[in-house]
């Protein structure tokens, strides 16, 4: 078992930056694949980006590719997520998911473990 606590979100303006942290406790982080996900108020969870055990492998959603950015620290125990030019559509609670043994899941069902979520707003 593994617990997850996200930190990092805030208010940000438009084209501003972030950079969220998923802090992982329990049972060996390097055997989980970590993921990000999001949800806007009056929308459903989705997929943000994911990576896989040693960090060698990335996939992100369309709408963030080439501003967010996903890494680990498995020394640390931590997964990150690096926000640039954030838009006011990018407003949500961000959580973080793990999964064991997994490649780099992009669906909600293939994670075992989930934190409480971080908020993130960007104002225009």
Same mark, same amino acid.
């Given at each position: ?22 802090? !992982? ?20 969870? $989705?997929?943000? !980006? ?24 498995? %020394? ?6 690096? &926000? ?12 973080? %998911? ?9 669906? $909600? ?8 979520? &971080? ?6």
């Amino acid at each position: 078992q593994v617990q997850l606590v996200e930190s990092g979100g805030g208010l940000v303006q438009a084209g501003g930056s972030l950079r969220l942290s998923c802090a !992982a406790s329990g049972r060996s982080f390097s055997d989980y694949a970590m993921g990000w996900f999001r949800q806007a108020p009056g929308k459903e969870r $989705e997929f943000v !980006a994911a990576i896989n055990r040693n960090g060698g492998s990335t996939l992100y959603a369309d709408s963030v590719k080439g501003r967010f950015t996903i890494s680990r620290d498995n %020394a640390k125990n931590t997964v990150y997520l690096q &926000t640039i030019s954030l838009k006011p559509e990018d407003t949500a609670v961000y959580y973080c %998911a793990a999964r064991l043994l997994g490649y780099t899941p992009r669906f $909600e069902y293939e994670y075992q473990y989930w934190g409480q979520g &971080t908020q993130v707003t960007v104002s225009s």
